[in-house]
C-alpha cells in the first residue's frame, strides 16, 4: 500500500469526507463540510490523511485570539480507528506545524480529555505541548459517543511552535527526561480490581515534592464502555488532583506511558514551579 499522504483537503468531496470521519469517531458531526470549506480559504487549515485516495484523518484548526495573540486554534484532529498508531496524528500535527509557520503563526492551541492516554502520549510527549489549563466540563452535554456519560474536562494545551523546546522535542525524539517511577511520590494509589480496570485505593493532595505522579487508566475508552460508574469517579477524582496541583504551582511536565517501559501503566508527571505550595489533607477512597 502507498505512504500516506498528508496534505490540505480541497475539493467539497473531501470536506464531506471529514463529515464522515467525524461521525465515525465522535457519533455526530461536530463541523460540517461548509465551515471546513471556508475555514480553508480564509486563514484556517483543513489537513487530510490519506490513503489511495480516501481521506481517513482529518485535522481542522481556525484563526483565533488568545491572550491577545494571534493563533490557531486546531478545534478537530481524528484518525479513522483502522489507521491509528500508525504516526498519522504526528504527522497531520508537523504538516500544521509548518504551515502555520509559514503564516507567520507561532503558537497552536486545542484541547484533549486528560484521561486519554494516546493523546497524551501525542501531545505531550511526541509534540512537546504544554498544558496550560484544566477545564471541567468544557463542553457541557457533549453529544460525543467517545465520552457518552462523562462531563467533558478539557486540559488546553498550548503547542508553542516556534520555540526552541518544541524544535529540540521534534528533533531529540520522543523523550527527553529518565524518571525513575518507584522513587517519586504519587498522587494517586491504584490498584487493579476484580474486572481488571484500575482504580484509586487513595488521593494524596499534601504532596510538595518537586515531582509528583498522577496515574490515569491506559484503556478509558474500554473502562468507560464497561463501567461508567468507575469512569466517572475517575473524572471526578482526577479533576481534583489536577485542580489542586495546578493551583499549588504544579504543571506537567511529562507524561510516561507503556512505550516509556512502565509496565502497560500511564503516569503524567507533574513538576513544581516556584515556592511551596500549602498543605492539604489526605482523602482515603
Ligand atoms: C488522537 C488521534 C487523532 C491520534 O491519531 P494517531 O494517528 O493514532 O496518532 P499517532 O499514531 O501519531 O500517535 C499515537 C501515539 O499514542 C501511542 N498510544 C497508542 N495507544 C496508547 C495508549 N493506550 N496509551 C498511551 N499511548 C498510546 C502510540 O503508540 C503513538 O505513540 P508513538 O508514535 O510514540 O508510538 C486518534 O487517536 C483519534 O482519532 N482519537 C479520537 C479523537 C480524538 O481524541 N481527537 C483528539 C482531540 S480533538
Known amino acids: 500500500m502507498s505512504r500516506p499522504q498528508i496534505r490540505l483537503l480541497r475539493s467539497l468531496e473531501e470536506f464531506r469526507a471529514c463529515e464522515h470521519i467525524q461521525k465515525a469517531v465522535w457519533g455526530n458531526v461536530g463541523v460540517g463540510s461548509e465551515v471546513l470549506a471556508v475555514t480553508q480559504k480564509y486563514g484556517g487549515v483543513v489537513l487530510g490523511a490519506v490513503v489511495g485516495g480516501k481521506v481517513v484523518g482529518c485535522l481542522y484548526a481556525f484563526l483565533a485570539r488568545r491572550h491577545k495573540v494571534l493563533i490557531h486554534w486546531s478545534h478537530i484532529m481524528a484518525v479513522e480507528p483502522a489507521h491509528r498508531d500508525q504516526g498519522l496524528g504526528f ?23 486528560p484521561l486519554q492516554s494516546r493523546n497524551a502520549a501525542l501531545n505531550i510527549v511526541r509534540l512537546g505541548a504544554r498544558v496550560e489549563e484544566y477545564i471541567p466540563n468544557c463542553y457541557g452535554r457533549f453529544p460525543s459517543a467517545i465520552e457518552r456519560g462523562l462531563p467533558s474536562d478539557r486540559f488546553v494545551v498550548n503547542w508553542r511552535i516556534a520555540s526552541l523546546a518544541v524544535a529540540r522535542r ?42 509528583v505522579l ?72
Open 214 to 285: 498522577v496515574e490515569i487508566p491506559w484503556n478509558t475508552d474500554i473502562l468507560r464502555a464497561e463501567d461508567l460508574r468507575l469512569a466517572r469517579r475517575w473524572r471526578v477524582e482526577t479533576r481534583k488532583i489536577f485542580q489542586h496541583y495546578f493551583a499549588a504551582g504544579y504543571y506537567v511536565e511529562d507524561f510516561l506511558s507503556p512505550s516509556a517501559g512502565t509496565d502497560a501503566r500511564c503516569f503524567y508527571v507533574l513538576r513544581r514551579e516556584g515556592s511551596l505550595p500549602p498543605t492539604r489533607g489526605t482523602r482515603g477512597l
Open 170 to 211: 521534534l528533533r531529540d525524539g520522543i523523550r527527553l527526561h529518565r524518571f525513575r517511577l518507584a522513587s517519586l511520590p504519587r498522587a494517586n494509589e491504584t490498584r487493579l480490581n476484580a474486572r481488571g480496570f484500575l482504580e484509586n485505593t487513595q488521593i494524596c493532595l499534601r504532596l510538595h515534592a518537586r515531582r
Open 91 to 113: 504527522r497531520m500535527k508537523l504538516a500544521h506545524r509548518q504551515l502555520a509557520l509559514e503564516r507567520g503563526i507561532k503558537s497552536i492551541c486545542w484541547t484533549y480529555d
